[in-house]
């Protein structure tokens, strides 16, 4: 046995010195056309690179869920103080009885302010002091964007684009067999949806001013030593008449007790107009 195995090996070896023998070569696939590259976008529309005249095609893929709308968000509000404080010779704060006004002038933060002229305590009977101002609360976006569940947004864009980003896929069309680049293996198919579908706008309700609290405090000294007397205002409420402070007035100071205005939305967002409808389907092949 051993001598007839020696026997087939010399004789398939004298065959491949007479006729020669080699192993078999793989086909070499040739490369993609440079200037077939395709840059394509897979990801959130409001991430989405621009690119402008650049830009191939695009549109929404995945599978369609329910059609939603984005919650409306309203955009903070703001707690600002009043800068006067009246002064009335009634202790009713009646129209007309007014005196003086001190002014802390519009960019007052509720420091100590000193007055140039104190107020002699037999000037007045009474001091008026206006609420904070609360700044109202606008939608976040006016009108929320659509809820895609399950849905990507998908731009391609040509190579000469003015900038470079590593978030794009870079792809070629198949080769003509339908098969892909021994480089570019990953085959994606795009089937995209035109969206034109709009939400309706969102509004905001009046801000919540009753967290938008302040204590003014009035001094007998310069450096707001030796209090007068305080008085709490809230943004409800009215300017308040108050005929318990008595004194020279010296200075004044201000501060928020509560500061935390905010409004809530009034309506909710909902689909008003437009349409999903089936695009086209681009098949790729990508490096991932």
């Known amino acids: 046995m051993a001598a007839a195995m020696r026997w087939v090996a010399l004789s398939t070896l004298a065959?491949?010195?007479?006729?020669?023998?080699?192993?078999?070569?793989?086909?070499?696939?040739?490369?993609?056309?440079?200037?077939?590259?395709?840059?394509?976008?897979?990801?959130?529309?409001?991430?989405?690179?621009?690119?402008?005249?650049?830009?191939l095609w695009e549109g929404w893929a995945g599978t369609p869920g329910p059609v939603?709308?984005?919650p409306c968000e309203c955009g903070p509000s703001a707690c600002s103080l009043s800068s006067k404080v009246r002064l009335y010779s009634s202790s009713t704060c009646s129209f007309g009885?007014?005196?003086?006004?001190?002014?802390?002038?519009?960019?007052?933060?509720?420091?100590?302010?000193?007055?140039?002229?104190?107020v002699p305590s037999d000037s007045y009977a009474a001091v008026m002091i206006?609420?904070?101002i609360v700044s109202g609360c606008g939608p976040?976006?006016?009108v929320p964007p659509l809820r895609r569940t399950n849905m990507t947004f998908v731009r391609a864009c040509s190579p000469d684009i003015d900038f470079f980003s590593t978030d794009f896929l870079h792809c070629y069309p198949p080769q003509p067999n339908g098969e892909c680049w021994d480089s570019y293996r990953i085959r994606r198919e795009f089937r995209l949806y035109n969206d034109t579908r709009t939400c309706s706008p969102c509004s905001c309700s009046e801000p919540s001013r009753d967290k938008c609290r302040v204590e003014t405090k009035l001094y007998y000294q310069a450096g707001c030593s030796e209090e007068l007397g305080s008085v709490p205002i809230s943004g409800l409420d009215e300017p308040?008449?108050?005929?318990?402070?008595?004194?020279?007035?010296?200075?004044?100071?201000?501060?928020?007790?509560?500061?935390?205005?905010?409004?809530?939305?009034?309506?909710?967002?909902?689909?008003?107009?437009?349409?999903?409808?089936?695009?086209?389907?681009h098949v790729l092949c990508c490096n991932r």
């Open 68 to 70: 939603e709308c984005e």
């Open 240 to 281: 308040l008449c108050a005929d318990t402070i008595h004194g020279q007035i010296g200075a004044i100071r201000a501060a928020f007790v509560k500061d935390e205005p905010a409004c809530t939305p009034s309506t909710d967002s909902k689909v008003v107009s437009g349409e999903l409808t089936p695009g086209d389907t």
């Open 140 to 142: 976040v976006s006016s």
């Open 15 to 55: 065959t491949c010195v007479l006729i020669g023998c080699s192993s078999p070569i793989p086909e070499e696939r040739p490369d993609p056309d440079p200037s077939q590259l395709i840059l394509v976008w897979d990801g959130r529309y409001e991430s989405a690179p621009r690119c402008d005249d650049k830009t």
């Open 97 to 118: 009885d007014d005196v003086a006004t001190i002014d802390a002038g519009g960019s007052w933060d509720g420091t100590c302010m000193a007055l140039t002229h104190p």
């Open 130 to 132: 206006e609420p904070p």
